[in-house]
């Protein structure tokens, strides 16, 4: 199995950024997937979520500025974000949801500047 975020990167507060991971060696189309994040010296928490059917759910701290969306023909399950804030600094990671410890990729780091 492997996981594989991209689009991280410095972006000025307000801007946008898209955040693509992708899937294999997993039956991605029956997963329900997730979109996690570490900030430095705190937990890893879910901001987004999105069932096998494509139901949604957001942190409230992310609702209204961040989207979940997932391809199943590219196995692969995206996080539009937009109105960037600071403290939406972390790095970014995909995984199931709930999340399985084995499934952990690199991330991707998110910085956000004011």
């Known amino acids: 199995v492997q996981l594989v975020e991209s689009g991280g990167g410095l972006v000025q507060a307000g801007g946008s950024l898209r955040l693509p991971c992708a899937a294999s060696g997993i039956i991605f189309r029956i997963l329900d997937m997730g979109w996690y994040r570490q900030a430095p010296g705190k937990q890893r928490e879910l901001v987004a979520a999105?069932?096998?059917?494509?139901?949604?759910n957001y942190a409230d701290s992310v609702k209204g500025r961040f989207t979940i969306s997932r391809d199943n023909a590219k196995n692969t399950v995206y996080l539009q974000m937009n109105s960037l804030k600071p403290e939406d600094t972390a790095v970014y990671y995909c995984?199931?949801?709930?999340?399985?410890?084995?499934?952990w990729g690199q991330g991707t780091q998110v910085t956000v500047s004011s």
């Open positions: 995984n199931t949801d709930p999340a399985f410890r084995d499934y």
């Open positions: 999105i069932s096998s059917i494509g139901h949604t």
